[in-house]
């Protein structure tokens, strides 16, 4: 099952650079990003395959489905391991790879962690006595999984992720955290005016997207030296939420009277609604919060006008899903040179003046 790595890393920067650079995307089933630009967030996304085309008035077109093409996964089994489908984006993800992987024939024996780091390792290493023909791990934390996914490889098992980079995978599928760090980074910059205070809650560092994203933010603000983190940074956790985030935000409120809070950060957006909530009942409006995964519950408030909830980004969950299933199939089905080390999807901005389009885009 041998990859070819000086392809992979090639293509993988290839499609990096053409996000960086505002260029198309190529991938299948991605949503064509035009026009995005700082102040100037997506409008409409539509699925395009993977020579996409504009249509009227510079629409993207939606065409080929990703499976199309892919060999058959008849005979096949795959396992998966998800950290959690506590959130959204996990749970779409999870739900939508045991689909396709179907669709192309394969049996799916999965699994999920229910956000525990102990169990999502003793679920990998479970998977490896099966003996399945791939194990697909959807997030985890770096220090305790990795130990885990070095048996997967010792095993002779193809390992693929979602958002989580492993030396051991040969491929992971993954918004670019870079591009989605820096921008929701420079926009709350912009939107303080470069200068004040802000909160950030910074739990999971060993979460590959939220490391990412954290340090984007931190090296965004090394340009904006007005603006302070204020310390000891918020700790987000994942049972409870909600709860905890909103008495976490609520402390600090009672503490900080106005003009000391100027913004709320968070690498996901779980936290933030339950901040949103602390903001908003305590009549705070000159508090901006700002996240990233488009949760449902962050949209509803994103398109609330007296919500202080001011800005998301739409990972493309099933399309992440379908990708991880068409090249699981592909390197199975003696095709591995068409399989990247990374596979990018290009992630969507959203803040209040198009939460309500976006949300008609991608049906989310």
Known sequence: ?????????????????????????????????????????????????????????????????????????EGKTVGIAAKDIVHDYSRVIYEELQSRIEELGGTV???????????????VENLVTQQPDAIIVILGDAQTLSPALKKVDEAGIALFTIDFQSEYSSNNVTGDNWWVGSTVARTLAEDIGGKGKILAFNGFPGVAPCRIRYSELKVVLEDYPGIEILKPELQDKYEGTIEDAKKQVQDQLRRLPAGEIDAIWSCWDIPLIGAAQAVDSAGRDEIKLYGVDAE?????????????????????????????????ALLL?????????????????????NVNQVRLDLGI
């Open 1 to 73: 099952m041998e990859n070819t790595k000086s392809h992979s890393a090639s293509s993988g920067r290839a499609l990096r650079g053409a996000i960086l650079k505002g260029a198309s995307l190529a991938a299948a089933l991605t949503l064509m990003v035009t026009g995005c630009s700082l102040k100037e967030p997506v409008a409409t996304a539509a699925p395009v395959a993977s020579q996409p085309g504009t249509g009227a008035a510079g629409a993207p077109v939606a065409e080929a489905d990703p499976l199309a093409g892919v060999p058959s996964l």
């Open 109 to 123: 024996i999965a699994t999920q962690a229910e956000a525990k780091d102990d169990k999502h390792v003793s679920n």
């Open 296 to 328: 449902p519950g962050a949209l509803d408030l994103i398109a609330d006008p007296e919500s202080s909830y001011t800005v998301t980004v739409a990972q493309q969950t099933k399309a992440m899903a379908a990708k991880s299933a068409a090249n699981v």
């Open 333 to 353: 089905g003696d095709r591995a040179d068409e399989v990247p080390n990374t596979s990018y999807l290009a992630p969507v901005f959203i803040d209040k003046s």
